[in-house]
C-alpha cells in the first residue's frame, strides 16, 4: 500500500515537473517571437545600426542670400553676382540665380537647357560651404528627405551618392521640371535655383528604375 502511495506521489511530481517544463519552454518560444519582432520593426523604422535614420528637416533650411564673404564677379550692365559653389549657377546680389548669360533662369525650362539651372561638375563634400545643404542617397533611402527654403529665395543643395548605384534626383511639379541632379558611387554635385514663388510642399523622387518605390522620395518645403 505504501509502495502504491510512494509511485502515485512521484508520478505527481514527474507530472508537475513536465507542467513547468513546458510553461518555461512556451515562455522562451513567446520571447524570441516578440524579440525578433521588435528587431524587424527597428528595421523598418530606421532603427537599424546599419542604416541611418533620417533627419527630422523641419529644422533644416536650405535659403541662401547673396553674401560679400563670396568671390563676386561683374556682369555686363554693371550686375554684380556670386556663385556660392565653383561651377555653379551665379546668384545676383538682387538674389536671382543667373544662366551664363546674366538672366534669370527657369525653372520650367528644358532640362540642361542653357536656361535652366545647371548642377554642378564633381565636388569635394568636405569643402563645400556651409550655407549649402547637404542630402545623401543611397538604396531605398534619402538623407534628409525634406528640407525648406523661403519663397523666392535662391536654394542651393548637394546631393552625394553613398552606394554602388547611380542616381538622378529629379521634382514632379512642372513648375520645376528644369531641375536635375545626377551622382554615381561617391560622387557629389549640387545646383542652385530660385525656389517657387508659391508657398508649399514640393516633391521630388530619384528617376532611376525602381529607386522611388523602394522609399528614395523627399519633399521640399516653400514657406
Known sequence: MESMQTDNKSKKKLILILIIGLVLLASLVVAIVLINKDRKTGEINGENNNVPSEVNANETDA?????????????????????????????????????KDGQATRNDAPTMSEEAPQQTGFLNRDQLPEEVFQIEIQEGLITPNTFTTKAGAPTVFSLTGTDSYAHTIVFDSP?????????????????????PTEPG??????????HAEKGETGEMIVQ
Not at 513648375?175 to 561617391?186: E, F
Not at 510642399?201 to 530619384?206: A, K, P
Open 63 to 99: 535659403a541662401i542670400e547673396f553674401n560679400n564673404s563670396a568671390e563676386v564677379v561683374e556682369l555686363e550692365d554693371d550686375v554684380i553676382a556670386q556663385a556660392i559653389i565653383p561651377g555653379s549657377n551665379l546668384i545676383s546680389e538682387d538674389n536671382v540665380v543667373l544662366t
Open 175 to 195: 513648375l520645376l521640371s528644369a531641375l536635375a541632379i545626377s551622382v554615381g558611387p561617391n560622387q557629389t554635385k549640387a545646383i542652385s535655383f530660385n525656389a
Open 201 to 210: 510642399t514640393y516633391s521630388f523622387y530619384c528617376l532611376s528604375p525602381g
